[in-house]
RNA sequence: GUGCCCGUAGUUCAAUGGUAGAACGCCACUCUGUGGCAGUGGUCACGUGGGUUCGAUUCCCAUCGGGCACCCCA
């Protein structure tokens, strides 16, 4: 601490695509935190924990082995055992893990609601709005069976969040990619078609040809594009039981009066997905969340067979969202009266005083260390307190302390017995 | 992982191959036990490292960080 030469210390910044939550923001945080319980509170949705570091072939085995996340994306921990750890890069699998290992098909029952919300990690370049630690909201179903009203409804619980948060504008777009019976027919055709039009595609889409058929439909070069147009489209291959899956679940949707639109190029980057896919996104078309169906998840991870569905919001892009459409107030200090003291005997007497004050339910703010007058009481007024309680020695050996009306600037000299009394009432 | 752009006080922005200014903020004083207004003064920065140069915040390289696009997604 007693450095005499002063030489400059760099600084450190934090790692790359990793951010704070300011005090600022903290507020907003919390009415978003505070709005998904009341609506999973209401909704019958029970919370759950999963640690931040998962086995990394629990994402191998769910996520799939091609996936962008799987090959790139997972920050791997090496424990001083033998074990490979990886930071989770989202929580579906880590609740279905959670699921099968503590049975809670048994012990809760099915249907099966859960919601969880925390960080998840993936290693990539960072974006506005895209971070290497990030905050997931999620929401899941697991059923005995695969009913469509549950993916109804849980698209209606992500909508309701979003509503909660007066979030306006939203649209849902809504694809059903099929089921292991019927995928596979599609994206043979999907293959064969494009296959016949190599020469026409941009490079990354004749790796995609190979590689993963599905994600053809995203591609964005032009040049692509009208081949995409006439490629075959998922929703004509789905077998008897998808296509009446998804029927019904538009009518679920219809009924709801949701605003939806079909969406025959969505698809999701994640294996486990089956039958619905959506994909929710706000007024400028930035994807908020997405989810969809994934009945063979527990299964695939040595549970019984529980067909599920869910959803996960971005936390940090909904908070970045409500900023940017002005839906969120900058956070601001709660106005309490202020405890202003003057010397030594008063800030004696300060310290004890809060806490009598605390104890008798009378929230206040103070600037204990604070010596100036002044300055004190520019803070109470920074922070629009009703009343500042100045306390000097005059006042401490009366046993009274000074009301002051930060509006009018009148002041009354109370007993301190009174105090929390006088306030009280004042309040009112 | 690839390509392009960017990096100056706490914040938003200037200027400059000769070590930097403003506004707002913050602190103090005017006003030693009374805030808001005003005046005055003060505080605080060239992301980091190396190179070119008599001299670099400025030019070059690397690195770190940010942004955009690809990729992918939340």
């Not at 994306?73 to 699998?93: D, N, S, W």
């Not at 709005?129 to 469509?148: A, K, N, T, V």
């Not at 639109?261 to 969505?266: K, P």
């Not at 009945?295 to 908070?319: H, Q, T």
Request: aromatic content about 8%.
């Amino acid at each position: 601490m007693a450095n005499v030469t002063k030489q400059k210390v760099p600084t450190i910044q934090a790692p790359k695509g990793m951010h704070d939550i300011l005090p600022g923001d903290q507020e907003l945080w919390a009415k978003v935190r505070k709005t998904a319980k009341d609506i999973a509170d209401y909704y019958n949705f029970l919370r759950i924990d999963t640690p931040l570091l998962e086995r990394s072939d629990l994402f191998e085995r769910s996520i799939g082995f091609q996936t962008d996340i799987v090959e790139k994306q997972m920050f791997t921990i090496k424990t001083k055992g033998k074990e490979e750890l990886v930071l989770r890069p989202e929580a579906t699998a880590p609740v279905a893990r959670a699921f099968i290992e503590h049975s809670l098909g048994q012990t809760l029952g099915l249907p099966l609601k859960l919601y969880y919300e925390g960080a998840m990690f993936r290693y990539e370049q960072p974006q506005a709005g895209r971070y290497r630690q990030f905050h997931q909201l999620g929401f899941e179903i697991i059923s005995g069976d695969d009913d469509p009203i549950l993916d109804a409804q849980i698209i209606l619980v992500f909508f309701r969040f979003l509503e909660g948060l007066k979030i306006k504008d939203v649209t849902v777009g809504i694809n059903s990619i099929g089921c292991k019976n019927c995928r596979p027919g599609y994206r043979r055709e999907l293959q064969a078609f494009y296959r016949g039009r190599r020469g026409e595609l941009c490079e990354d889409c004749k790796r995609r040809l190979d590689t993963n058929p599905l994600r053809l439909l995203d591609c964005k070069v032009p040049g692509c594009q009208p081949v995409k147009e006439n490629a075959p489209i998922a929703v004509d291959h789905l077998c008897n039981a998808c296509r009446s899956h998804f029927r019904t679940l538009l009518e679920y949707v219809e009924e709801l009066g949701l605003p939806y639109r079909l969406d025959h190029r969505l698809v999701r980057g994640l294996d486990y997905y089956t039958k619905t896919v959506f994909e929710i996104s706000g007024d400028g078309g930035i994807a908020l969340g997405g989810g969809g169906r994934y009945d063979y998840l527990i299964e695939l991870l040595g549970g019984k067979n529980s067909p599920a569905v869910g959803w996960a919001a971005g936390l940090d892009r909904i908070v970045e969202f409500m900023k940017a459409k002005g839906i969120a107030a900058a956070s601001r200090l709660k106005p309490k009266p202020s405890l202003i003291y003057i010397g030594e005997l008063a800030k004696k007497k300060s310290l004890k005083l809060v806490e009598e004050l605390r104890r008798a339910g009378l929230e206040i703010t103070e600037m204990l260390g604070r010596e100036s007058l002044n300055a004190q009481l520019r803070n109470a007024d920074k922070i629009h307190s009703p009343y500042a309680l100045i306390l000097g020695q005059k006042e401490v050996f009366e046993e009274s302390i000074i009301v002051r009306d930060m509006k009018s600037g009148v002041q009354e000299t109370v007993p301190l017995a009174k105090l929390v009394e006088v306030i009280k009432k004042r309040l009112k």
